[in-house]
């Protein structure tokens, strides 16, 4: 069983910045990539960021330059640095992580549970 903890959400000015994390612990064999999605209140998930076992990041267009994303494989965690935040950057923040139990295992996805990011105008 694997399970993704997040944390860092919060309540922010806009023009501040936050540092969302990610954990993911259990049985673990390999982690193809880690994503942050976010959902605003009335919209669908959307992706804000992803980086994949070799380092290649994929940005929504929205975030391109105002967001970082980065890891540390040793510690299955994944950062999200958030700068310049917008109110429209408001949302719940929800981790994702494709990964393999065993060697065998074929990959499957997992979500946390979500962190409330909220930036005031």
């Known amino acids: 069983q694997v399970q993704l903890v997040e944390s860092g959400g919060g309540l922010v000015q806009a023009g501040g910045s936050l540092r969302l994390s990610c954990a993911a612990s259990g049985t673990i064999f390999s982690i193809n990539a880690m994503g942050w999605y976010r959902q605003a209140p009335g919209k669908q998930r959307e992706l804000v960021a992803v980086i994949t076992d070799r380092g290649r990041t994929n940005y929504a267009d929205s975030v391109k330059g105002r967001f970082i994303i980065s890891a540390d494989p040793a510690k299955n965690t994944v950062y999200l640095q958030m700068n310049t935040l917008k109110p429209e950057d408001t949302g719940v923040y929800y981790c994702?992580?494709?990964?393999?139990?065993?060697?065998?295992?074929?990959?499957?996805?997992?979500w946390g549970q979500g962190t409330l990011v909220t930036v005031a105008s």
């Open positions: 994702n992580a494709e990964l393999r139990s065993r060697p065998w295992d074929r990959a499957f996805e997992v």
